[in-house]
Nanobody
Framework: QVRLVESGGGLVQTGDSLRLSCAAS????????MGWFRQAPGKEREVVAT????????YYTDSVKGRFTISRNYAKHTMYLQMNSLKREDTAVYYC???????????????WGQGTQVTVSS
């Protein structure tokens, strides 16, 4: 079955960097669009960044543009999110997800990982 496993979260200070990884198995990695989402306490899950099946198109929500970079490695079946210049408002549980559609909406994503906590302290 499809399995997505996130890793790389942790507790960091403002201005630090983290790289999240999402290892995928049980699916044909190269045909799915993928995305990173996050959910902070008391808030709805929101899109952070997406990357299409070929890696040629990416999308970033405004609050992370210029600080975060999404990428994927086809040999390793892994997606990444490089997060630089972290801010307190980036604190959330980060999830990776896959979809066969072109969408930024969490509702359109078919499979999800369990999430990894990112906490940014000042």
């Amino acid at each position: 079955q499809v399995r997505l496993v996130e890793s790389g979260g942790g507790l960091v200070q403002t201005g630090d960097s983290l790289r999240l990884s999402c290892a995928a198995s049980g699916l044909t990695f190269s045909i799915y669009n993928m995305g990173w989402f996050r959910q902070a306490p008391g808030k709805e899950r929101e899109v952070v960044a997406t990357i299409n099946y070929s890696g040629t198109n990416t999308y970033y929500t405004d609050s992370v543009k210029g600080r975060f970079t999404i990428s994927r490695n086809y040999a390793k079946h892994t997606m990444y999110l490089q997060m630089n210049s972290l801010k307190r408002e980036d604190t959330a549980v980060y999830y990776c997800a896959v979809t066969g559609r072109s969408s930024y909406s969490p509702d359109d994503y078919d499979f999800w990982g369990q999430g990894t906590q990112v906490t940014v302290s000042s």
